[in-house]
Nanobody, 116 residues
Framework: QVQLVESGGGLVQPGGSLKLSCTTS????????MSWYRQAPGKERELVAA????????NYAYSVKGRFTISRDNAKNTLYLQMNSLKPEDTAVYSC?????????WGQGTQVTVSS
């Protein structure tokens, strides 16, 4: 059974940091391109950061470049998102995605709220 479980979300003040984790099971994690998406209320889901399979180079949305870092631990089947210098506009539900055609798996998401 495929599972992707996000954790690490919460309430943080502007300028603060959070580290999200996506723990996975049930598929060959190291062979999948992994991504973080977010969706704010009333807005479309957007790609935040992506890290391809072996040897790939991460890429980031312009709005988070220089503040967020995506990484993966293939030995632990886990994806991470380190978020620094958080802004109120980063408030959203963050979800992880695993993709290797034709498979496309999603987690349930974790809420991140940036507010003073």
């Amino acid at each position: 059974q495929v599972q992707l479980v996000e954790s690490g979300g919460g309430l943080v003040q502007p300028g603060g940091s959070l580290k999200l984790s996506c723990t996975t099971s049930g598929f060959a994690f190291s062979r999948y391109a992994m991504s973080w998406y977010r969706q704010a209320p009333g807005k479309e889901r957007e790609l935040v950061a992506a890290i391809p399979g072996p040897g790939g180079i991460p890429n980031y949305a312009y709005s988070v470049k220089g503040r967020f870092t995506i990484s993966r631990d293939n030995a632990k089947n886990t994806l991470y998102l380190q978020m620094n210098s958080l802004k109120p506009e980063d408030t959203a539900v963050y979800s992880c995605n695993a993709r290797a055609v034709p498979n496309d798996y999603w987690g349930q998401g974790t809420q991140v709220t940036v507010s003073s």
